[in-house]
């Protein structure tokens, strides 16, 4: 098993940047996927980036591609979420999630770990 804690959410007027983390414990975090959701109100949960267990490969989300950038770090065991150039629709909840599963679709939200969420709001 695998436990996630998000940080790093807050308040950014749009254009700015904003870095979201996601620290995990338990053990072997390198053989996990990483993927980041996020979920306004009154919306589905949706895609923003994932990134394979090494590093290697990264995906994103059309509406955030060359805007945000995924990393990580398995020394650490964590995973975060470069975010620049905002926009006002990138205010939701995100969450970070965790899944071992080799065939895992990355986009898809059936990832077997997830964090409770850090709140980003951008202002208009």
């Known amino acids: 098993q695998v436990q996630l804690v998000e940080s790093g959410g807050g308040l950014v007027q749009a254009g700015g940047s904003l870095r979201v983390s996601c620290a995990a414990s338990g053990r072997a975090f390198s053989r996990y996927s990483m993927g980041w959701f996020r979920q306004a109100p009154g919306k589905e949960r949706e895609f923003v980036a994932a990134?394979?267990?090494?590093?290697?490969?990264?995906y994103y989300a059309d509406s955030v591609k060359a805007r945000f950038f995924i990393s990580r770090d398995n020394a650490k065991n964590t995973v975060s979420l470069q975010m620049n150039s905002l926009k006002p629709e990138d205010t939701a909840v995100y969450y970070c999630?965790?899944?071992?599963?080799?065939?895992?679709?990355?986009?898809?939200?059936?990832?077997?770990?997830w964090g409770q969420g850090t709140q980003v709001t951008v202002s208009s």
């Open positions: 999630a965790a899944d071992s599963r080799l065939d895992h679709d990355y986009s898809d939200p059936s990832y077997a770990y």
């Open positions: 990134i394979s267990t090494s590093g290697s490969s990264r």
